[in-house]
C-alpha cells in the first residue's frame, strides 16, 4: 500500500511540474527557454547546388538544469523537438537527437531520459541542383521543458536559425567542424529516418557491434518468418500451389530442390528489391507504381489460373530447353524466375522493424552487408513456402487423386482469377475491387459447387461441392456489403489545410496512403469502418496524402517534410503543430490498436499537453 500512495504522489507531482503549475510560485512565468542558449552549425563552409551536408544546433542548458529527451520516459512529459519551417530549394533529409542520459530528480521516484550540459540535435540536409547562389536561411523553434531538482518550468520555444551560403561549383566547398560532426555523431541521420526508427536500427547495430553475428542475423530471419502473418503476402499461397500443384515428379529430395530455387527467386527478388530501398530511400511498393507493372501481375494471374484449369501446362519454350540442355534445366529455370516474380508480391509489407532494418542497412552504407541482410530477411519469409511448395508437389502421389484434385485445381484457379483482379483494380481504379472480387466469388461458388462435373465414388464429395460453392457465394456477397460500409472521409493533402487547422486550434492526422498498397486497403475498408474509430476520430481534421506516384517531386517534397519511410504511416499532429511521435502509425493496425493509439493522444491532453476543441 505504501509503494502504491508513494507511486500515485510521484505522478501526480509530475503531471504538475510537466504542465509549469508550479512555476509560478518559484519563478514569476519563467519560460524553458531561458535555461539554455542555441547556436547552429555548418558541416562546410560553403554549399554546392545539389550537394548533401549537414548542420548541427547546438543546445547549451544552464548548469542544474536539464530538458526530456526528445522521446521522454512517459508520454505525459514534453519531450525536445527541433521544428524547422520549410525553404524552397533546401531539403531536410533526416534529424538526429542527441542521446539522452537517466537523472534522477528529487520529486520522482524513477530516473528520467534528459539532456544535460552540451547537446547537439544533427540535421542532414540537401541543396536542390538548381539553387542559384546565395545566402538562404532556415528558420524554426526548439521547444524544450526544463526541470531542475525542484521544479519543472513551463515548455518554451526557443528560435533557431542556420545560415546557408550557397556558392557556385567554380568556388571550393570545404569541411569544417570536424569536432562536432564526426562519423559517430551522424550515423542517426544517414538513413534519413526518424529517431524512434534509428533507435531500433541502433538495436541491430548493437548485436552486431557486440559480435552476436548469429543472434542478429537469427533474429532478421525471424522477422523475415513473421512477414508471412500479414495478409498482403496471402497471393503468394496460391501461386506457390499452383506452380507445384501440377508438378509429377514422385522424388520428394527432387521436389524439395524444386522448391528451394523457387524460394530462392523469392529471396532474390526481395533482397534486391530491400537493398534499392535502403540506398535510395524509396518504399518497398514503389515498384508497384506503374499502370503496367500491375496490369502485367494481373495478367500474370490470369495466365496462371488458366493453366489450373487445364488449358496449357506451364513449361519453357522448346528452343530455350534445348539450348538449356532439357526439360529439368529448363524446369528450374522457370520455378526460378516464378520465385523471381512472386518476391514482388511482398513488396508492399513493411513494418517497423523493416524501416529499422532499412535504417540499419542505410546508415552502414554496405552494399554487400544490406543484400545478405535482406537476403537471410527473406529466407525466413520464404521458409513456409519451402514446404508448401514441396508438399504441393506431393499432391500427386494421394490416393485416388484423379477428379476431386482437378476440381481442387479449379478452386485455386478462381481464387487466382480474383487475384488477378485485383492488381488490375489496383492499376485503373482501387474501388473496382469491392465489385469485381465480391463478383469472382459468386460466379466462381455457382460453378465450383453446383455447374463443375468432376465426381468420384465417394458419398461425400458433391456435398464438400456444394459447401465450398455456398462458402464462396455468401463470402462474395458480404465481401460486398462491407465494401458498402461508410468509412471516415479524409480530405486531399495540402500543407494550407494543415495551417489552416492549426490557425484553428484543431489538432490534425495524415494518412500516407499510395493506390498500390494493400495494408492501406485493409485499413480502409477493416479499420476506418469501424464505428468507435470513425466516431473518435472526428476530433481531427482528417488529410489523406496520396503517395501512388512516389518518385514525382510533390510526393518527395511531402514525405521529406514528415519523414516518411512507407505506406500506410498515419501521423498524429497536436494543435501546435507538433508530431505526437510515439503513436506514430506505420503499417496495418486493427481498429482496437488504433483506438488505443486515439487514447493515449487524450491522455496527452488530460496532463495539460495539448488540447481539443470539443
Not at 472 to 486: L, N
Not at 493 to 522: H, T
Amino acid at each position: 500500500m505504501r509503494t502504491v500512495f508513494i507511486s500515485l504522489v510521484t505522478f501526480i507531482a509530475i503531471l504538475l511540474v510537466s504542465t509549469g503549475a508550479l512555476a509560478q510560485f518559484d519563478f514569476g512565468g519563467a519560460s524553458s527557454a531561458d535555461k539554455l542558449s542555441v547556436e547552429s552549425y555548418l558541416s562546410v563552409d560553403y554549399v554546392h547546388p545539389g550537394a548533401e551536408f549537414y548542420a548541427a544546433v547546438k543546445m547549451d542548458i544552464d548548469e542544474k538544469w536539464h530538458v526530456n529527451a526528445h522521446i521522454p520516459t512517459y508520454d505525459y512529459l514534453i519531450g525536445t523537438e527541433l521544428i524547422l519551417k520549410g525553404k524552397d530549394g533546401l531539403e531536410i533529409l533526416g534529424v538526429g537527437y542527441p542521446e539522452s542520459v537517466r537523472y534522477k530528480f528529487a520529486f520522482a521516484e524513477d530516473e528520467l531520459d534528459v539532456y544535460e550540459g552540451v547537446s547537439y540535435i544533427y540535421l542532414h540536409l540537401r541543396a536542390s541542383r538548381d539553387l542559384e547562389p546565395d545566402d538562404y536561411t532556415l528558420e524554426g523553434t526548439l521547444r524544450v521543458q526544463a526541470c531542475d531538482d525542484d521544479v519543472c518550468l513551463a515548455p518554451g520555444n526557443k528560435d533557431v536559425t542556420i545560415h546557408v551560403p550557397v556558392v557556385g561549383y567554380d568556388q571550393p566547398a570545404n569541411q569544417i567542424n570536424s569536432d562536432i560532426f564526426t562519423d559517430e555523431a551522424l550515423s542517426a541521420v544517414r538513413s534519413g529516418l526518424s529517431e524512434e526508427m534509428a533507435d531500433d536500427a541502433g538495436e541491430f547495430a548493437a548485436l552486431f557491434d557486440e559480435g552476436n553475428i548469429l543472434i542478429a542475423f537469427g533474429l532478421i530471419f525471424l522477422i523475415g518468418l513473421a512477414l508471412n502473418l500479414t495478409p498482403c503476402v496471402y497471393p503468394m499461397l496460391t501461386v506457390t500451389v499452383s506452380v507445384f500443384g501440377a508438378q509429377t515428379d514422385t522424388n520428394t529430395l527432387r521436389v524439395f530442390f524444386k522448391a528451394l530455387i523457387y524460394v530462392l527467386g523469392i529471396a532474390t527478388m526481395y533482397s534486391v528489391l530491400g537493398v534499392m530501398a535502403a540506398l535510395s530511400g524509396g518504399l518497398f511498393g514503389a515498384v508497384l507504381q506503374s499502370t503496367w507493372v500491375l496490369v502485367g501481375i494481373g495478367v500474370l494471374f490470369f495466365l496462371l489460373s488458366l493453366s489450373l484449369f487445364g488449358l496449357y501446362e506451364i513449361q519453357m519454350p522448346y528452343w530455350l530447353t534445348s539450348k538449356l540442355g532439357g526439360q529439368q534445366k529448363a524446369g528450374i529455370l522457370g520455378i526460378y524466375i516464378s520465385g523471381l516474380v512472386v518476391g514482388i508480391f511482398a513488396a508492399p509489407c513493411i513494418g517497423p522493424p523493416i524501416i529499422a532494418l532499412l535504417a540499419f542497412v542505410g546508415a552502414r552504407g554496405d552494399v554487400l552487408f544490406g543484400f545478405l541482410a535482406f537476403f537471410i530477411l527473406s529466407l525466413g519469409l520464404g521458409l513456409p513456402y519451402l514446404i508448401l511448395g514441396t508438399f504441393s508437389g506431393l499432391l500427386s502421389k494421394l490416393p485416388k487423386s484423379g477428379s476431386w484434385m482437378d476440381w481442387v485445381k479449379k478452386v485455386l484457379g478462381i481464387i487466382l482469377i480474383g487475384v488477378g483482379f485485383f492488381y488490375i483494380s489496383l492499376a485503373f481504379n482501387p474501388k473496382m475491387i469491392y465489385y469485381l472480387i465480391p463478383l469472382t466469388l459468386v460466379i466462381g461458388g455457382i460453378y465450383l459447387g453446383f455447374v463443375e462435373r468432376s465426381t468420384t465414388r465417394g458419398a461425400y464429395f458433391p456435398w464438400v461441392k456444394r459447401i465450398v460453392g455456398a462458402a464462396a457465394i455468401v463470402g462474395g456477397i458480404m465481401f460486398y456489403i462491407a465494401g458498402q460500409k461508410p468509412s471516415l472521409e479524409w480530405e486531399e493533402y495540402s500543407q494550407s489545410r494543415v495551417e489552416e487547422s492549426l490557425a484553428n486550434n484543431q489538432p490534425v492526422v495524415l494518412y500516407f496512403s499510395a493506390d498500390w498498397c494493400i495494408p492501406c486497403l485493409e485499413l480502409d475498408r477493416m479499420t476506418f469502418t469501424n464505428e468507435r474509430v470513425i466516431g473518435e476520430m472526428q476530433k481531427f481534421r482528417l488529410l489523406k496524402v496520396d503517395l501512388t506516384n512516389f518518385d514525382s517531386p510533390e510526393s518527395a517534397e511531402v514525405r521529406q517534410r514528415y519523414n516518411i519511410a512507407g505506406v500506410p504511416t498515419i501521423v498524429f499532429i497536436d494543435e501546435a503543430g507538433n508530431e505526437y511521435s510515439q503513436i506514430r502509425v506505420v503499417g496495418f493496425i486493427n481498429a482496437t490498436e488504433m483506438l488505443s493509439r486515439v487514447d493515449r493522444m487524450r491522455t496527452r491532453v488530460a496532463v495539460g499537453e495539448v488540447g481539443y476543441n470539443e
